[in-house]
C-alpha cells in the first residue's frame, strides 16, 4: 500500500528526512510551516505538491495517512497530538517528547484514537544496527560485561541548545542517542547514576551516565554539546567486542574483535542517503501488518527513556 505523509515542520532534519524519501521512493503529499513562504520554499525544494502555512490545514487533508514532526523539542506533545487527534499515524522526531509524563500522555492517546506512534530515532532503523542486533542476539560476544558510547559535539552556535523555554541542553538532542543505544542493546537498567555541568541558563551542557543492570552489566555514557569528540561506541562480552566507527549512531561499520584484539570479521554497510529513509519504511510495513507499534522501538520503551531523561538530568541538577 502507498502512503501519504505529511511533513509537520521545515526544519533542517525535515530537509534531510525529506532528501532521504527521495531516495526510498516515499511520498511526500504536503508540507506546514508557520510561515507559509518557508512552507512554499521546502515544497519547491523537494517537489512536494502542497504546502500550509498553518499546522491545521495539514490535518484536515485528508489524502495525509502519516504525519511526520520534525519542530522544536517542547511542542513535540502539542503537534504530535494534533495528528493523532485528526486519526493520522505519526512519527515523532528525538527526544520524543520532553519528559516521561509526555510521553505517557502520547502513548495513551495514540492507544485511545487508534494509531500507531513512533519515535524517529532513526538509528535504530539502519542496517548497520539491525545487523548488530543479529549479532547481539546471537550471543556471538558471549555475555555483555559493558558498553560504552559517547555523542560529544561542538554546538555552542547553536541557539535553542541553549534555551531552556525550548527544550535545550546536551541529553535531549545528543545524549538521546548513546542512552537509547543502551537500552537497545541491555534493555532497562535497574539503576542510574549521572552527574554533568549546567550552563549559566540552566541547560546540561555535559553529563556523565552510567547504568546498571540485573545481568551485572554496565553502561558508560557522555555527551557534551560544548567539545566535540570522537562519537564511538563499544560493545563488551565475554567472548569478544564489537567497536563502531563514529559517530556510531550513523550507518557505519563496525567490527568484530577477539579478547587477544585480533579481528574476527568485519561489517560495512551499503550507503544510501544519510538513512533516514529506514524509520519511514519501519513504520509503513508496520502499517501494512497491522501492528499496534514498533516491534523495534515499542512505545513503552521511548517511554522509559524518557524517564531515564528524567532521572539524569534531576541528577546534574541536584
Known sequence: ?????????????????????????????????????????????????????DYNQLMNDPNIDIVYVSTLNQVHLEHALLAIRSGKHVLVEKPFTVSAKEAEQLQAEAKQHNVLAMEAMWTRFLPSHLELQKVIESEELGEIKLLQASH???????????????????????????????YRILGSPKAIHANGQLTERGVDEWA???????????????TC???????????????????LDGPFYNNVAWRIIAPDNIVI????????????????LHLED?????????????????????????????????
Open 1 to 53: 500500500m502507498t502512503y501519504n505523509w505529511g511533513f509537520l515542520g521545515a526544519s533542517g532534519i525535515a530537509n534531510s528526512m525529506a532528501q532521504d524519501f527521495a531516495l526510498a521512493g516515499l511520498n511526500i503529499h504536503a508540507v506546514a510551516a508557520r510561515e507559509l513562504s518557508r512552507a512554499q520554499e521546502f515544497a519547491n525544494n523537494h517537489k512536494i505538491p502542497n504546502a500550509y502555512g
Open 152 to 182: 560529544n559535539q561542538l554546538l555552542t552556535h547553536v541557539p535553542r541548545l541553549q534555551d531552556p523555554a525550548v527544550g535545550g541542553g546536551a541529553m535531549l538532542d545528543l545524549g538521546i542517542y548513546p542512552l537509547s543505544f543502551a
Open 208 to 222: 556523565a551516565v552510567s547504568l546498571e543492570y540485573e545481568t551485572g552489566a554496565g553502561a558508560l555514557l557522555t
Open 225 to 243: 554539546m560544548s567539545a566535540a569528540g570522537s562519537t564511538t561506541a563499544e560493545v563488551i562480552g565475554t567472548k569478544a567486542r564489537v567497536e
Open 265 to 280: 570479521r568485519e561489517y560495512k554497510p551499503e550507503q544510501q542517503g544519510r538513512g533516514m529513509q529506514h524509520q519511514a
Open 286 to 318: 508496520c502499517l501494512n501488518k497491522g501492528l499496534g507499534e514498533s516491534p523495534i522501538l515499542p512505545l513503552g520503551e521511548s517511554v522509559e527513556i524518557m524517564a531515564a531523561m528524567d532521572a539524569i538530568r534531576a541528577h546534574i541538577a541536584s
